[in-house]
């Protein structure tokens, strides 16, 4: 034993968080060997030592350890490498009868179950996830008590060796989805996976420039994707979740559209499709119509841009350009500001530079009104990864429209809706239920219909239990 306690101080370098300790009991040296940042040491002094005393008068002094010692987890292990494994993982190491016992005794290092703070909720739950894995995994567990709700758990990271967890309805979900997610899982490669994110980036289609995975907070919203037929993923000391696959339509809905009546919903996802629309578009169309098309608007509206217009010293497409990089300056010092500073930042920015602007002659008022609500449509999506995909097309429609005008719009308009039906995510078409079309699935696209009358799931998902609320556990 004495060997393996050398290998383990050479193993960790003689850390000074490593605790090596040695009880003499019944004429037996005993080691117990564990992380003092990763480890409760009221457990280990309460429920280990303690026990460990007890048996001055044991023959068999591993297996009364074993049996007798409280613990969630507690296993034998052969492996140097895995006994290594374990400590870092919040284990302590009992080192008894040259045997090696692992008892788990892990610290509670997470922050608990808080409010959603990028998602927020209206009439919804406010529970998000947390940095705790099996946290996470209870949140979706206590709202679908059932057995077919199943978790494939992987470790993934060369050194950081994190836990991952694959959760889908085995009663819903197409098993060549299920397959197809965890392969990706497997062949990861990486030194450590720090979080969600390193996930959403190997498997993001890097041909696609929309979001083919969405990134939530919410066990709501991923609990009724599992429901739906998609899979999740839940990483280990990350408040996110991972839904899969991605559809276009899914950026326009929110939770808490289950909440509220129909009438309500539909009018506001009509509000999100015209603000998407608003956002690519808005300058790309005034570009067009003041640069190459006046004749496409009333005499009196553009009379009237061109009296703003006058003494401005960039044409339009510059001063576009120059507002837009300025929006997102002031947007991107926002995010990364103090919470308290934050709004300070965005009205010095918004109001004192904007007003001094137009004072100045650099930018004319209609330039200001036209990129504000441009940027504004496009700040309704939570997903940052739409929102840079809308930056983006923004950008080129701007570039086609400054040297083609409303010709170039509409090349850059046939541009985008060809590469929005070309995407795939995990070879699901991304532009479903519009194309291919499914019928049952346009009562919650746009339109919002009561629930009682959408009794099928998404065919393209839920291959194996197409009707709502048919009991399926005996399968």
């Known amino acids: 034993m004495d060997d393996i306690v050398e290998k383990i101080r050479k193993e960790t370098l003689d850390s000074p968080d490593i605790v090596i300790r040695d009880i003499l009991v019944n004429d037996n040296k005993i080691y117990l060997i564990f992380s003092e940042v990763l480890c409760d040491g009221e457990y280990i002094n309460d429920f280990i030592l303690k026990r460990i005393t007890m048996f001055n008068t044991s023959i068999n002094l591993f297996d009364d350890i074993y049996n007798n010692v409280p613990a969630n987890s507690i296993k034998e292990v052969s492996k140097f490498n895995e006994i290594i494994e374990y400590i870092f993982q919040g284990f302590c190491l009992v080192l008894v009868d040259n045997r090696y016992l692992m008892i788990e005794s892990k610290a509670n290092l997470d922050r608990g179950i808080v409010e959603s703070n990028n998602e927020t909720s209206i009439t919804g739950t406010n529970e998000a996830f947390c940095e705790n894995f099996n946290k996470n995994l209870g949140l979706i567990r206590k709202r679908i008590r059932s057995s077919n709700l199943c978790f494939k758990k992987i470790m993934l990271g060369r050194l950081s060796k994190t836990r991952v967890g694959l959760c889908f309805m085995k009663n819903i979900a197409d ?41 939530t907070e919410r066990p709501d919203t991923t609990t009724q994707a599992l429901l739906e037929g998609k899979v999740a993923i839940i990483v280990d000391n990350s408040p996110y979740s991972l839904i899969i696959p991605t559809f276009f339509i899914d950026f326009f809905h ?7 009546k129909p009438f309500n919903i539909t009018f506001t996802r009509i509000i999100r ?14 570009i ?15 009379t009237n841009f061109s009296s703003q217009r006058l ?24 995010a990364r500001t103090p919470s308290k500073m934050g709004t300070s930042v965005s009205i010095l920015g918004g109001l004192i530079l904007g007003e001094a602007a137009v004072s100045a002659g650099i930018v004319s008022p209609i330039m200001i009104i036209v990129i504000a609500i441009s940027m504004i449509s496009g700040m309704l999506f939570t997903s940052n990864s739409l929102t840079y995909s809308i930056r983006y097309f923004r950008i080129i429609l701007l570039i086609l429209s400054a040297f083609f005008g409303l010709f170039g719009m509409f090349i850059g308009i ?38 009682k009358n959408k009794r099928l799931r998404n065919p393209l998902l839920a291959s194996k239990n197409m009707i709502r609320g048919k009991n399926y556990e005996k399968d």
């Open 414 to 451: 046939m541009f985008l809706i060809i590469k929005l039906c070309s995407i795939n995510s995990f070879g699901y078409p991304y532009m479903a239920p519009f194309s291919p079309l499914v019928k049952t699935e346009l009562r919650d696209s746009i339109i919002k219909t009561r629930s």
């Open 254 to 260: 929110v939770p808490d559209d289950y909440y509220q």
């Open 175 to 215: 098993d060549s989805l299920i397959s197809s997610v965890y392969k990706k899982l497997e062949k990861i490669d990486i030194d450590g996976i720090i979080d969600t994110g390193y996930i959403k980036e190997i498997l993001f289609d890097k041909e696609s420039i929309f979001p083919t995975v969405i990134i």
């Open 273 to 286: 499709l015209i603000s998407f629309v608003i956002s690519v578009f808005a300058p790309a169309y005034y």
């Open 288 to 302: 067009s119509v003041t640069t190459h098309n006046p004749e496409s608007i009333p005499k009196t509206l553009l």
């Open 311 to 334: 003494g401005v010293p960039f044409p339009g497409f510059i001063e576009a350009l120059i507002m837009i990089i300025c929006f997102e300056i002031l947007r991107e010092s926002d």
